[in-house]
């Protein structure tokens, strides 16, 4: 296709979601959640044709010479498919997010002015490799009575396409428009293009992948953008903290998964605790294989640890390597993680009262913890009961996005004749 | 100055900007209170100097040939200034938009998660002529606890730095970094492109002025922009509505202020209602000098009007002309509205409960009335306190923004030393 041609492609993808949207908004609850159930059992009957799509994709994948993490991200086996099921099941359990109206209040003039909960209208996802997330963001899209237009990988086309297919035939029996739900079926990259310069088509565009592909999108959409970018986070072990506590913390807030968004990149300790905390720390983690980079000072009680630069500080590892900084207290920390972090999860270990709020209130993180793992910032540990995402946007959501963050509040405003005055 | 000298500038008022919004961030409201009544005290002391800087401005637009509606917007008379005087005084007077911590709720992981109440950080604000904006715009960030860079128009410099030197006396007297609020002091149009693409100094962008302004920004801006973008409102009045409500309804909707982006430009009319409606409702608006343009149906009761196109359906006015159509009942209005409509404000007047729901549900705007003036959409009439602009997207803010659009929420986590399994 030609760019031309691809633009005429995405703005006819675009008009099919714009109309479905409008459909979806009105449904019930009860509609919503048996298209959810629909979907399920389709993608059970289909089973064979999605991992049949899916196999053949696996073969071009090696052919192509992806590696093994990538092929395993590609990869929907069993379990895999029992997992979208699974997912459909739990978000069609999950309490309606839209129609509720807050904070109605009476007003001088006699009008009583309250927000409603309503959907975003048309939601752009562009996701890299993994086919289930096609399921994920459907399921949370229609729950929350948006239309969605999906962008997969180009080497996941043939599976998404498949499970697309699922998703349609479930939308029509719940008497949903099959258009709420499209993949786009094309690996062009002017498709991405295009679907981050149609506002009048799609109201916001929420990208998961790699920092490269997120910065792309955010410098060249000019429609909102919910962001994920790095998680380079943070445990500050504070002065007179139960060392025990920081251990058990530390340890889990770093070896719990070593590739997460949450897990800890840098410890900070206050130097009053070093010399009794960094010598038993080093035990555990090298015991797990965790190489340490410290500081001058931190390297006087961990004479086995590598010198850590001023890169490190930066650094999001998101493997078995943990930076550690002896700090003077508890600004110090705060400065370290405002600057050199990425406002994303950060936790200090104390028992001084005073010194949590600080924390608490100056980093400016979208999870700040007080005596718990950063492994913890997720929307299901959240009780958000599903996530589209963690963002590192100030704006509209911060951290998990559940389903609430796939919605907007408009104004409704009672009245009984009144004029203005 | 050349382009990479306007970047150079503009990273500092950035950095500068970026250091203040910590101080402000911990600043107690006390404080920012404080700030908020130095500088109405100040800004009294100043008015002659401020007048001064105004009226050489002002001559200079008379002699470049500005317009008398633009001259007005630029004036800084007794009036204004005591208006700028009031402002801060109430934005200080409204209670504390941060630090409150909502839904704290206990997992059953055992730890508490709760939302917590926290400033975005810098705000970049552009706006036109208006020197008064930049007092209304300082006010509500420093309240908010955000520091801000705004950039105004070329013709106000002067007067807007006049201003300036007055927040910044106010800040310094309570003890607040005078970076906290910022006068971009170069007319060049570099400055604004710079602004707009510096995401690590600045937080959100929220312009103010015509639509060319916005769509140009909205289109070249990297950081996310809180916009308001044009009012093209309705009233439809159903079937068995109460007519002289009906009646006063759309004379304050439209007659009320022409210029406002809360002012009715087409009004629909259920067919069953057309016929004592129009009449009347001609002769109400006819007296005030309102041009009618009617669809074929509505000709029929209003010999007198012109005929309404396409284009018509599509146009806010801003002056004392009204659209009028006739459909046939509340699905057909629903549909008019939200394919014409700017999605702002619309309002139904009727006595039908479940018509009034259904209007309510899928009127797709950011404020959706019930008998009542679209006028009454303001963030004042809807008890904000304060308004920086009326938001035309969904995501963030929806509708008057008042201090809480300027703010985000950070997850907070309370354990005892929980790690995850």
């Known amino acids: 296709m030609t760019e031309m041609d691809i633009n005429d492609y995405m703005h006819g993808l675009g008009t099919g979601a714009r109309n479905a949207s409008k459909a979806l908004a009105k449904a019930s609850l009860h509609q919503r959640n048996d298209a959810l159930l629909a979907i399920a059992t389709e993608i059970e009957a289909s089973a064979p044709d999605i991992k049949a799509a899916n196999v053949l994709e696996l073969i071009k994948a090696r052919e192509a010479g992806l590696d093994e993490a990538m092929c395993d991200r590609l990869t929907l086996d069993d379990t895999r498919i029992e997992g979208m099921i699974a997912n459909l099941e739990q978000v069609a359990a999950l309490p309606d997010p839209i129609g509720a109206i807050d904070e109605v209040r009476t007003m001088p003039s006699g009008i009583r002015v309250g927000k409603m909960r309503v959907p975003l209208g048309v939601i752009g996802i562009i996701y ?5 997330v096609t399921i994920e963001a459907s399921s949370l899209c229609i729950k929350s009575g948006n239309a969605t237009i999906l962008r997969g990988g180009s080497e996941s086309l043939r ?6 297919r699922c998703v ?14 499209q993949v786009v079926g094309t690996t062009d990259r002017a498709a991405v293009g295009s679907m981050i310069t149609m506002p009048d088509f799609i109201d916001v565009i929420v990208p998961r992948g790699g920092k490269g592909l997120i910065e792309r999108i955010t410098r060249d959409a ?3 953008v919910i962001k994920h970018l790095d998680g380079n986070c943070h445990v500050y072990v504070d002065s007179g903290a139960d060392l025990s506590m920081a251990l058990d913390i530390s340890d889990n807030a770093k070896t719990h998964r070593y590739g997460t968004c949450n897990t800890m990149e840098t410890l900070l300790v206050a130097e009053s605790e070093a010399s009794h905390f960094l010598p038993q720390l080093s035990e555990r983690l090298r015991a797990k294989g965790v190489e340490l980079r410290a500081c001058t000072k931190a390297k006087a009680f961990l004479p086995e640890a590598l010198d850590a630069t001023e890169a490190d500080w930066w650094t999001e ?18 400065e370290h993680i ?3 972090g990425s406002h994303h999860t950060d936790s200090i270990v104390t028992e001084h009262h005073g010194r949590a709020e600080q924390f608490m209130r100056e980093v400016d993180s979208s999870s700040v913890m007080i005596n718990a793992s950063t492994r913890f910032a997720d929307g299901f540990e959240y009780g958000l009961g599903a996530e589209i995402g ?13 389903l609430m963050g796939l919605t907007s509040q408009k104004y409704v405003v009672f009245g009984s004749g009144q004029v203005r005055v």
Chains 1, 2 share one sequence.
């Not at 890299?128 to 289930?132: A, D, K, T, V, Y």
Request: net charge neutral; hydrophobic share 45%.
């Open 222 to 224: 000019i429609i909102p």
């Open 317 to 334: 590892y998101l493997a078995p390597i943990l930076a550690i900084r002896v700090v003077s207290d508890v600004d110090e920390a705060i």
């Open 338 to 340: 405002n600057r050199y």
């Open 128 to 132: 890299e490799s993994r086919p289930n």
């Open 390 to 402: 963690i963002s590192t946007d100030k704006i509209h959501a911060r951290g998990p996005v559940g």
């Open 168 to 181: 349609a035939r479930g939308l029509i029996r719940a008497g949903l428009p099959e258009q709420a739900v």
């Open 159 to 164: 599976s998404n396409e498949a499970i697309a």
